[in-house]
């Protein structure tokens, strides 16, 4: 994984084998980047664990095939869980598969753009009556 950034603008490129959320949380820590939005992400990646909220609980479903990333997009909050992303993967034939990010593995590689907010602080608190940790601001 290398990264850059220019004031508030972060990009990160990821290589075959480099692990989504670790490169994505590592990059945060490097910048010191507790509030964030995560603009989007290109590429493909592959042993991609999704979700669908069913009201109760995630369905999870792994997709061990590499995916073209055809949206990757979420927030950065300053507690966990730090990151909540949507992703949505076209694979061979052409179907789409998507949900709430888990992970994944960059195949061949992907590259992920984050805007740092600096004025507004987001975090997570549980929400009893959803049962999701919902975004609140500090």
């Known amino acids: 994984m290398i990264s ?17 959320g670790e490169s994505i949380t590592q990059a945060l820590d ?9 603009e989007f ?30 949206s990757f997009h979420g927030s950065v909050s300053s507690n966990d869980p730090r990151l909540h992303i949507h992703v ?5 034939d052409h179907s789409v598969k998507g949900g709430h990010f ?6 061949p590689l992907m590259e992920v753009h984050i805007l740092r907010l600096e004025e507004i602080v987001l975090k997570r608190e549980l929400n009893a009556k959803s049962g999701l ?4 601001f500090d």
Do not use: C, H, Q
């Open 41 to 70: 992400g290109i590429g493909m990646i592959r042993d991609l664990e999704i979700g669908y909220w069913n009201g109760k609980e995630y369905e999870r479903v792994k997709l061990p095939v590499p995916g073209e990333v055809v």
């Open 4 to 20: 850059d950034i220019e004031k508030n603008y972060i990009v990160i490129k990821l290589e075959r084998g480099d692990d989504v």
């Open 30 to 38: 490097d910048y010191g980047i507790y509030s964030g939005l995560v």
């Open 102 to 107: 888990f992970s994944g593995t960059a195949d």
């Open 133 to 136: 940790n919902e975004l609140t």
């Open 88 to 92: 949505s993967v076209a694979l061979k």
